[in-house]
Each structure stands twice: as structure tokens, then as C-alpha cells.
């Protein structure tokens, strides 16, 4: 079954860390760029970082720049999010999605609240 699967969100206190994970399933992972998104209650969904197909290289949005990192491994089919030095403005829900020539894919999204 072809589905992306987030995980890693949970509560975290401000200046916290985190890392989120997000495992491809039936995609061959190695040929689509992976990107991160965000939606945060009452907001629009926001991009957040992308990484390129071999991981050389990322990009990041300005608030989060710095303080997160996303990272990839190809052998396991998985993209990772760290998110380092949290702030309450990033508790929101996180997507991964996956992106090719032929083919776009959403994860369902895993919730993240940094809160003390």
C-alpha cells in the first residue's frame, strides 16, 4: 500500500527538541523529493523544509531556520524532521509529502504543541 506514515509528534516544553519521522510505503523513495508542512490551528498550511533527492540539498522557511533540520535516509525510505529550540508558535500539525514528475503524496500528519 502506497502511504506516507509521520511520527515522533507529541508535547514539548519551549526550547525543547523534537524529531519527527515520516516512513514511505510501496514508492521508491529515492526519486522524490520530501518536503515538510505545517498547519496550525485557524492558520493555512505552511511549508516548513525540503530536502532533495540525495539529501545535498535543504531549504528551510525563515521562522524556522536555524533551529530545524531535515534529513533523509534512503536505505530505510524515511525523511526526518528535527525541530531544536521549539517555540509555542510551531505547535501545529506536521505533514510529510513526497513529491515526484509523476506523483505527489501527503502523510496524515502528526501533531506537535510545545506548551509548559
Known amino acids: 500500500q502506497v502511504q506516507l506514515v509521520e511520527s515522533g509528534g507529541g508535547l514539548v516544553q519551549p526550547g525543547g527538541s523534537l524529531r519527527l519521522s515520516c516512513a514511505s510505503y510501496?514508492?521508491?523513495?529515492?526519486?522524490?523529493?520530501m518536503g515538510w508542512y505545517r498547519r496550525a490551528p485557524g492558520k493555512e498550511q505552511e511549508f516548513v523544509a525540503q530536502?532533495?533527492?540525495?539529501?545535498?540539498?535543504?531549504n528551510y522557511a525563515d521562522p524556522v531556520k536555524g533551529r530545524f533540520t531535515v534529513s533523509r535516509d534512503n536505505a530505510k525510505n524515511t525523511v526526518y524532521l528535527q525541530m531544536n529550540s521549539v517555540k509555542p508558535e510551531d505547535t501545529a500539525v506536521y505533514y510529510c509529502?513526497?513529491?515526484?514528475?509523476?506523483?505527489?503524496?501527503w502523510g496524515q500528519g502528526t501533531q506537535v504543541t510545545v506548551s509548559s
Open positions: 509529502k513526497a513529491e515526484s514528475f509523476i506523483s505527489r503524496l
Open positions: 510501496g514508492i521508491n523513495f529515492s526519486i522524490y523529493t
Open positions: 530536502i532533495d533527492l540525495t539529501g545535498g540539498t535543504t
